[in-house]
């Protein structure tokens, strides 16, 4: 059985994490596999947008298999390496990534959570940092991703306890955008996804790019950053095209209307 499925249609890349009677724990063959079907994405033209999931309904993925650190030592638990950390590699993805949290995401599987640029969840979704409670420190970048996203305060919170945070509170905390039932859960990621399709896929790697990069900056380096990048590339575009997507705006908002 693959550990890893990949389907692309319509634009639209899922991948989906199929090691449900373990949780989806990243293995050293799944993190692999997962990190290898990313790159075939990322040199696909042809895809605009990547949703990440895991199979059934009680796991995103319980993160490091456990099991497997006890034969092989720690190793895995700081791997920054792109080919073998699929962290890493969802970071570097050139186009979005959907996070569809079909389940529990535990430790490293919050890490990963983490890694995609939106995260939509199933009302079965639950998110907890248990490093403290195995006694790892995270080496994917949980500690310093974990309170910018959610603040200081909830992220100590959540990091100091082990405690589990439920999908509904985790959407409050805006941790994820939106919340729906378990069968709803992939149509809205797809939904979601099809809606990017009609961006021009180069625009999408370009402003990516733009908002990632400064998201790592403090504020009056970004700006000055977004004006390094905004004025080149705005004085290169034609007029006439932005004048037909203008038009092409109006008409998709009296159809999102109607």
Known sequence: MSLILLDKSD???????????????LSQSLRRELCSACNDVSADQSIHALIVTGAGERAFTAGLDLKELGESGLGPANDRDAETNPVFTLTNMPIPVIGAINGVAITGGFELALACDIRIASTNARFADTHARVGITPGWGLSQKLSRF??????????????????????????????????????????LALDMTTIDREFLKTYKHMIMQGFDMNFGDAMVYEDKMSKPYNAAVSMDEVEKRRLAIIERGRKLKG
């Open 11 to 25: 634009g639209v890349a899922t991948i989906t994490l199929n090691r449900p009677q373990a949780m989806n724990a």
């Open 150 to 191: 959610i603040g200081l305060s909830r992220a100590c919170e959540l990091s100091f306890t082990g405690q589990f945070l439920d999908a509904k509170t985790a959407c409050e905390w805006g941790l994820v955008n939106r919340v729906y039932e378990p069968d709803e859960l992939l149509d809205a990621a797809q939904a």
